[in-house]
Protein backbone atom coordinates (compact mmCIF):
# COMPACT_ATOMS: atom_id res chain seq x y z
CA UNK A 1 0.00 0.00 0.00
CA UNK A 2 1.95 2.87 -1.09
CA UNK A 3 1.66 5.70 0.85
CA UNK A 4 0.33 7.60 3.57
CA UNK A 5 -2.67 9.35 2.45
CA UNK A 6 -2.23 13.16 4.95
CA UNK A 7 0.99 13.06 3.94
CA UNK A 8 0.40 12.73 0.50
CA UNK A 9 -2.33 15.02 -0.14
CA UNK A 10 0.08 17.63 1.71
CA UNK A 11 2.57 16.83 -0.67
CA UNK A 12 0.26 17.19 -3.31
CA UNK A 13 -1.23 20.54 -2.14
CA UNK A 14 2.31 22.09 -2.07
CA UNK A 15 3.47 20.47 -5.22
CA UNK A 16 0.44 21.60 -7.54
CA UNK A 17 0.58 25.02 -5.52
CA UNK A 18 4.51 25.86 -6.01
CA UNK A 19 4.25 24.47 -10.05
CA UNK A 20 1.46 27.10 -10.09
CA UNK A 21 3.35 29.90 -8.21
CA UNK A 22 6.72 28.96 -10.76
CA UNK A 23 4.19 29.55 -13.76
CA UNK A 24 2.92 33.01 -12.97
CA UNK A 25 5.63 34.65 -10.99
CA UNK A 26 6.94 37.52 -12.84
CA UNK A 27 10.17 37.48 -11.25
CA UNK A 28 12.51 34.59 -12.18
CA UNK A 29 14.14 33.71 -9.09
CA UNK A 30 10.94 33.52 -7.68
CA UNK A 31 9.81 30.98 -10.14
CA UNK A 32 13.22 28.96 -9.57
CA UNK A 33 13.07 28.70 -6.20
CA UNK A 34 9.05 28.08 -6.11
CA UNK A 35 10.69 24.71 -8.59
CA UNK A 36 13.27 23.94 -5.92
CA UNK A 37 10.51 23.49 -3.56
CA UNK A 38 8.37 21.45 -6.14
CA UNK A 39 11.38 19.14 -6.40
CA UNK A 40 11.40 18.74 -2.66
CA UNK A 41 8.05 17.64 -2.26
CA UNK A 42 8.31 15.41 -5.13
CA UNK A 43 11.37 13.66 -3.43
CA UNK A 44 9.26 12.93 -0.23
CA UNK A 45 6.74 11.12 -2.63
CA UNK A 46 9.67 9.13 -3.86
CA UNK A 47 10.18 8.26 -0.28
CA UNK A 48 6.85 7.25 0.38
CA UNK A 49 6.96 5.22 -2.79
CA UNK A 50 9.79 3.49 -2.09
CA UNK A 51 12.61 4.30 -3.89
CA UNK A 52 15.23 6.47 -1.30
CA UNK A 53 17.88 5.95 -3.83
CA UNK A 54 15.84 8.09 -6.35
CA UNK A 55 14.66 10.42 -3.42
CA UNK A 56 18.10 11.71 -2.48
CA UNK A 57 19.20 11.88 -6.17
CA UNK A 58 16.47 14.02 -6.54
CA UNK A 59 17.63 16.46 -3.83
CA UNK A 60 21.03 16.41 -5.15
CA UNK A 61 20.68 16.26 -8.41
CA UNK A 62 17.77 18.50 -9.25
CA UNK A 63 17.24 20.60 -5.88
CA UNK A 64 21.04 20.63 -5.67
CA UNK A 65 22.89 21.30 -8.90
CA UNK A 66 20.10 21.64 -11.88
CA UNK A 67 18.59 24.47 -9.74
CA UNK A 68 21.92 25.97 -8.86
CA UNK A 69 22.98 26.34 -12.03
CA UNK A 70 19.65 27.96 -13.15
CA UNK A 71 20.28 30.74 -10.35
CA UNK A 72 23.28 31.48 -11.70
CA UNK A 73 22.47 32.17 -15.23
CA UNK A 74 19.94 33.90 -13.49
CA UNK A 75 22.14 36.18 -11.95
CA UNK A 76 24.45 36.07 -14.83
CA UNK A 77 22.41 37.49 -17.33
CA UNK A 78 20.16 39.73 -14.95
CA UNK A 79 17.34 38.50 -16.22
CA UNK A 80 14.74 40.33 -13.57
CA UNK A 81 16.37 43.81 -14.69
CA UNK A 82 14.79 43.21 -18.16
CA UNK A 83 11.90 45.13 -19.32
CA UNK A 84 8.83 42.91 -20.08
CA UNK A 85 7.92 41.89 -23.16
CA UNK A 86 4.40 43.51 -24.73
CA UNK A 87 1.58 39.80 -24.37
CA UNK A 88 0.89 38.20 -27.55
CA UNK A 89 -2.81 37.99 -27.57
CA UNK A 90 -2.94 35.19 -29.62
CA UNK A 91 -1.22 33.24 -27.63
CA UNK A 92 -3.54 32.29 -24.77
CA UNK A 93 -5.99 31.51 -27.74
CA UNK A 94 -4.17 28.95 -29.23
CA UNK A 95 -2.77 27.25 -26.12
CA UNK A 96 -5.44 27.13 -24.25
CA UNK A 97 -7.60 24.78 -26.60
CA UNK A 98 -4.86 22.54 -26.66
CA UNK A 99 -4.56 22.19 -22.74
CA UNK A 100 -7.94 20.86 -22.69
CA UNK A 101 -7.45 18.62 -25.67
CA UNK A 102 -4.52 17.08 -23.69
CA UNK A 103 -6.49 16.91 -20.62
CA UNK A 104 -9.58 15.53 -22.18
CA UNK A 105 -7.39 13.06 -23.66
CA UNK A 106 -5.59 12.06 -20.46
CA UNK A 107 -8.62 11.92 -18.34
CA UNK A 108 -10.55 9.69 -20.87
CA UNK A 109 -7.44 7.48 -20.37
CA UNK A 110 -7.14 7.71 -16.78
CA UNK A 111 -10.89 7.29 -15.29
CA UNK A 112 -11.25 4.35 -18.45
CA UNK A 113 -8.49 2.60 -16.91
CA UNK A 114 -8.53 3.26 -13.33
CA UNK A 115 -9.53 -0.42 -13.03
CA UNK A 116 -6.46 -1.69 -13.71
CA UNK A 117 -4.66 0.30 -10.72
CA UNK A 118 -5.73 -2.05 -8.31
CA UNK A 119 -2.79 -5.03 -7.88
CA UNK A 120 -0.45 -3.76 -5.75
CA UNK A 121 2.91 -5.68 -5.77
CA UNK A 122 4.15 -6.53 -1.97
CA UNK A 123 7.81 -5.78 -1.69
CA UNK A 124 10.51 -6.35 0.51
CA UNK A 125 12.23 -3.60 2.59
CA UNK A 126 15.26 -3.95 0.43
CA UNK A 127 12.90 -2.40 -2.40
CA UNK A 128 14.68 0.71 -3.98
CA UNK A 129 18.01 0.86 -1.87
CA UNK A 130 20.90 2.25 -3.29
CA UNK A 131 22.46 -1.36 -3.18
CA UNK A 132 19.47 -2.95 -5.04
CA UNK A 133 19.59 -0.45 -7.50
CA UNK A 134 23.98 -0.28 -8.13
CA UNK A 135 23.62 -3.81 -8.73
CA UNK A 136 20.63 -3.73 -11.84
CA UNK A 137 22.55 -0.57 -12.70
CA UNK A 138 26.19 -2.37 -13.38
CA UNK A 139 24.62 -5.87 -14.70
CA UNK A 140 21.76 -5.32 -16.09
CA UNK A 141 22.17 -1.81 -17.62
CA UNK A 142 25.66 -1.45 -17.50
CA UNK A 143 25.43 0.04 -21.91
CA UNK A 144 22.89 2.51 -20.77
CA UNK A 145 24.66 3.61 -17.73
CA UNK A 146 28.44 4.08 -20.41
CA UNK A 147 26.53 5.78 -23.16
CA UNK A 148 25.12 8.08 -20.37
CA UNK A 149 28.85 8.64 -19.61
CA UNK A 150 29.34 9.84 -22.72
CA UNK A 151 26.12 11.85 -23.03
CA UNK A 152 27.47 13.74 -19.91
CA UNK A 153 31.34 14.36 -21.38
CA UNK A 154 29.31 15.77 -24.37
CA UNK A 155 27.29 18.18 -22.88
CA UNK A 156 30.50 19.38 -20.59
CA UNK A 157 32.83 19.91 -23.74
CA UNK A 158 29.44 21.39 -25.89
CA UNK A 159 29.13 23.97 -22.79
CA UNK A 160 32.43 24.74 -22.64
CA UNK A 161 32.86 25.21 -25.88
CA UNK A 162 29.16 27.31 -26.42
CA UNK A 163 29.77 29.40 -23.68
CA UNK A 164 33.38 30.31 -24.10
CA UNK A 165 33.33 34.03 -25.67
CA UNK A 166 36.27 33.80 -28.46
CA UNK A 167 39.49 32.60 -28.39
CA UNK A 168 41.93 35.59 -26.22
CA UNK A 169 45.48 36.01 -27.38
CA UNK A 170 47.28 36.38 -24.52
CA UNK A 171 47.64 40.13 -25.07
CA UNK A 172 44.22 40.05 -25.58
CA UNK A 173 43.45 38.32 -22.15
CA UNK A 174 45.70 40.92 -20.33
CA UNK A 175 43.69 43.87 -22.68
CA UNK A 176 39.78 42.36 -21.55
CA UNK A 177 41.31 42.14 -17.70
CA UNK A 178 41.90 45.73 -17.67
CA UNK A 179 38.86 46.68 -19.40
CA UNK A 180 36.85 44.77 -16.94
CA UNK A 181 37.86 47.34 -14.02
CA UNK A 182 35.18 49.69 -15.26
CA UNK A 183 33.09 46.36 -14.91
CA UNK A 184 30.24 46.74 -16.99
CA UNK A 185 29.32 44.29 -19.51
CA UNK A 186 28.24 46.16 -22.64
CA UNK A 187 30.53 48.61 -22.58
CA UNK A 188 33.78 46.89 -21.92
CA UNK A 189 35.40 47.96 -25.76
CA UNK A 190 34.26 51.20 -25.68
CA UNK A 191 35.12 52.07 -22.04
CA UNK A 192 38.72 50.69 -21.55
CA UNK A 193 39.29 53.78 -23.61
CA UNK A 194 37.85 56.31 -20.82
CA UNK A 195 40.13 55.03 -18.11
CA UNK A 196 43.11 57.26 -17.56
CA UNK A 197 46.23 55.77 -18.79
CA UNK A 198 47.28 56.04 -14.62
CA UNK A 199 44.68 54.15 -13.61
CA UNK A 200 45.46 51.45 -16.33
CA UNK A 201 48.80 51.02 -15.07
CA UNK A 202 47.36 50.50 -11.55
CA UNK A 203 45.30 47.60 -12.56
CA UNK A 204 47.62 46.07 -14.59
CA UNK A 205 49.66 45.93 -10.90
CA UNK A 206 47.44 44.72 -9.14
CA UNK B 1 -9.65 5.14 -6.35
CA UNK B 2 -6.41 3.24 -5.16
CA UNK B 3 -3.69 5.06 -3.85
CA UNK B 4 -1.67 4.43 -7.30
CA UNK B 5 -4.03 6.23 -8.83
CA UNK B 6 -3.57 9.25 -6.59
CA UNK B 7 -0.19 9.35 -7.72
CA UNK B 8 -0.74 9.14 -11.51
CA UNK B 9 -3.04 11.99 -11.18
CA UNK B 10 -0.59 14.03 -9.61
CA UNK B 11 1.76 13.32 -12.14
CA UNK B 12 -0.96 14.25 -14.77
CA UNK B 13 -1.58 17.66 -13.15
CA UNK B 14 1.82 18.49 -12.91
CA UNK B 15 2.52 17.67 -16.61
CA UNK B 16 -0.28 19.69 -17.81
CA UNK B 17 1.05 22.66 -16.02
CA UNK B 18 4.46 21.86 -17.15
CA UNK B 19 2.72 22.55 -20.89
CA UNK B 20 0.60 25.03 -20.05
CA UNK B 21 3.62 27.03 -18.92
CA UNK B 22 5.98 26.14 -22.33
CA UNK B 23 2.86 27.14 -24.36
CA UNK B 24 2.22 30.56 -22.41
CA UNK B 25 5.52 32.28 -21.32
CA UNK B 26 7.55 33.26 -22.95
CA UNK B 27 10.62 33.83 -21.23
CA UNK B 28 13.22 31.37 -22.20
CA UNK B 29 14.32 30.77 -18.14
CA UNK B 30 11.10 29.69 -17.42
CA UNK B 31 10.19 27.57 -20.49
CA UNK B 32 13.20 25.39 -19.60
CA UNK B 33 11.83 25.45 -15.82
CA UNK B 34 8.44 24.28 -16.76
CA UNK B 35 10.27 21.62 -19.38
CA UNK B 36 12.35 20.36 -15.84
CA UNK B 37 8.37 20.07 -13.97
CA UNK B 38 7.43 17.83 -17.30
CA UNK B 39 10.67 15.48 -16.19
CA UNK B 40 9.42 15.52 -12.78
CA UNK B 41 5.76 14.33 -13.84
CA UNK B 42 7.05 11.85 -15.52
CA UNK B 43 9.64 10.21 -13.17
CA UNK B 44 6.79 10.62 -10.76
CA UNK B 45 4.78 7.90 -12.86
CA UNK B 46 7.65 6.21 -13.26
CA UNK B 47 8.58 5.06 -9.92
CA UNK B 48 4.66 4.88 -8.88
CA UNK B 49 4.42 1.94 -11.57
CA UNK B 50 8.00 1.01 -10.43
CA UNK B 51 6.11 0.40 -6.59
CA UNK B 52 3.28 -1.14 -8.08
CA UNK B 53 4.86 -3.69 -10.06
CA UNK B 54 7.73 -4.45 -7.85
CA UNK B 55 10.69 -3.98 -10.50
CA UNK B 56 13.12 -1.64 -10.19
CA UNK B 57 13.56 -0.89 -13.72
CA UNK B 58 11.19 2.15 -13.36
CA UNK B 59 13.66 3.29 -10.97
CA UNK B 60 16.59 3.02 -13.18
CA UNK B 61 15.16 4.91 -15.66
CA UNK B 62 14.21 7.62 -13.85
CA UNK B 63 17.85 7.73 -13.21
CA UNK B 64 18.80 8.04 -16.82
CA UNK B 65 15.57 10.38 -16.94
CA UNK B 66 18.06 12.58 -14.52
CA UNK B 67 21.26 12.53 -15.91
CA UNK B 68 19.98 13.32 -19.40
CA UNK B 69 18.26 16.31 -18.13
CA UNK B 70 21.23 17.42 -16.10
CA UNK B 71 23.27 17.21 -19.26
CA UNK B 72 20.44 19.12 -21.27
CA UNK B 73 20.41 21.73 -18.81
CA UNK B 74 23.86 22.58 -19.13
CA UNK B 75 23.36 22.60 -22.80
CA UNK B 76 20.39 24.60 -23.09
CA UNK B 77 21.61 27.17 -20.33
CA UNK B 78 25.27 27.62 -22.26
CA UNK B 79 23.20 28.07 -25.24
CA UNK B 80 20.62 30.72 -23.58
CA UNK B 81 23.96 32.64 -22.44
CA UNK B 82 25.30 32.99 -26.12
CA UNK B 83 22.54 34.01 -27.38
CA UNK B 84 21.63 36.78 -24.30
CA UNK B 85 25.13 37.87 -25.05
CA UNK B 86 24.07 38.20 -28.37
CA UNK B 87 20.75 39.85 -28.38
CA UNK B 88 20.42 41.37 -24.89
CA UNK B 89 17.27 39.09 -24.43
CA UNK B 90 15.79 35.84 -23.89
CA UNK B 91 12.19 36.25 -25.01
CA UNK B 92 11.18 33.71 -27.65
CA UNK B 93 8.99 35.91 -29.80
CA UNK B 94 12.16 37.88 -30.57
CA UNK B 95 14.66 34.87 -31.74
CA UNK B 96 12.99 35.21 -35.17
CA UNK B 97 16.20 35.45 -37.07
CA UNK B 98 15.50 32.61 -39.06
CA UNK B 99 11.87 33.80 -40.00
CA UNK B 100 11.37 33.74 -43.92
Do not use: C
Not at chain 1, 145 to 157: P, Q
Not at chain 2, 82 to 92: E, N
Request: aromatic fraction near 10%; charge should be neutral; glycine fraction near 6%.
Amino acid sequence: MPGLPVVFFIMAAVAIGTAVGMLVSRNTIYSALFLVLNFATIAVLYLILGAPFIALTQITVYAGSIMVLFLFVIMLLGVERLPHSRSLPWQPIVAVPLVVILVAVLSVNFFGRAGALDNIAEVTPAFGTPALIGETLFSQYILPFETTALILLVAVIGSILLAKSEKPSPGQAVRRLNASVPSVAGAVSSSSKEVPAAEQEKAVGK
Amino acid sequence: MTPVAYYLALSAVLFVLGILGVLLRRNALVIFMSLELMFNASNLAFVTFARMFGGVTGQIIVFFVMTVAAAEVAIGLALMVVIFRQRHSIDMDELNSMKG
